[in-house]
């Protein structure tokens, strides 16, 4: 059994008008998307801004109201809030946010704000409560006299070296992870992924890893899902999605990752004038009549995309050709 399984989950915002202030639409910013992450995994979910995969997260930890779907932790669904406390899913559950100082408390000093889902889960004294949090900050690379500063006090990096001590106070089984380091220069990028992938090794924790970037994500996941206007639009491992990509969407995402080789700059920029050439005539051959994505289809035992009737029958027919 998987850790959790989110099953055709729907988040709907209802649009209202006229005299009345009745519904008279929705915006579907999730769609009815389904995926599994298992124990230990590191699971990605990736998109632009305004794609749906920020309420997504925030949908599994139980910040934005379900509309429908199911979320299935330990065989339960979660979205009934009383299945939530009687499993503690609120504890084994937590979350790293993309800004790092809206996320933390301005009046508290960093001892009360990771001392926080402590003092809401566990029934420590004050001196083991102190020991804890000292413990958390040496996992995360911060010193003791951290503990009588307030937020503004440090750099964004640290910031953000605070959240994951936050998340990983009450030793969670999962951990939502929002753009942790888009707001982060590189090298800082580099320190705080390479935290979080030590406290996974050390705690056996799960991610489900939000982001915008490709580049991050190669580093940081196995099993990849491409968001797109509230649907799953291609799912598979690290080598589907980067060797062989087959949405649209997906190679213009990749296509845009930064080539460090300065050499080959004038070739990669012809080369994602292309992509994105491609993109522009063809994108509406990968999108029904009200501009939804198409639902999955399987070409692989790992790897689903949302391709159009016709060009996802010609691939499950060469699929069964080459299995033949």
Not at 143 to 172: C, E, M, W
Request: include cysteine.
């Amino acid at each position: 059994m998987s850790l959790i399984e989110i099953k055709d989950l729907k988040v709907h915002y209802p649009i209202r008008s006229g005299f009345w202030n009745r519904v008279t639409d929705s915006v579907k910013a999730v769609d009815g998307i389904t995926f599994n992450i298992e124990a230990g995994e590191t699971y990605g979910l990736v998109g632009e801004s305004g794609s749906g995969k920020s309420t997504t997260g925030k949908s599994v930890v139980g910040l934005e109201k379900v509309t429908s779907g199911s979320i299935l932790y330990q065989g339960k669904d979660i979205t009934q809030r009383r299945n939530r406390q009687l499993l503690d899913y609120n504890r084994d559950v937590q979350m790293i946010f993309q800004d790092s100082l809206s996320s933390l408390n301005p009046r508290k000093r960093i001892e009360d704000i990771i001392a926080e889902p402590l003092r809401n889960f566990e029934h420590l004294t004050k001196d083991q409560e102190k020991l804890r949090v000292l413990q958390l900050l040496d996992i995360v690379g911060l010193d003791a006299d951290a503990l009588y500063k307030y937020p503004h006090q440090f750099s964004g990096g640290q910031r953000q070296r605070i959240g994951v001590a936050r998340a990983v106070a009450t030793n969670p089984k999962l951990i939502i992870a929002d753009e942790p380091v888009s707001a982060l220069d590189l090298s800082v990028q580099a320190q705080v992924l390479n935290f979080m992938k030590k406290i996974q090794r050390d705690f056996g924790i799960s991610y489900l890893f939000i982001s915008h970037d490709l580049g991050v994500v190669r580093h940081m996941c196995t099993n990849i899902a491409i968001m797109n206007r509230g649907r799953l639009v291609e799912v598979g491992t690290r080598d589907d999605i980067y060797n062989h990509p087959l949405h649209i969407y997906t190679k213009r995402l990749l296509a845009a990752i930064p080539d460090v080789n300065v050499s080959e700059r004038a070739a990669h920029r012809a080369m994602r004038q292309k992509v994105e050439q491609i993109y522009q005539s063809n994108r509406h051959d990968y999108y029904d009549d009200t501009g939804e994505a198409y639902p999955l289809v399987q070409v692989s035992p790992t790897h689903s995309v949302a391709l159009p009737p016709e060009l996802a029958h010609q691939l499950l027919a060469q699929e069964s050709e080459a299995q033949d």
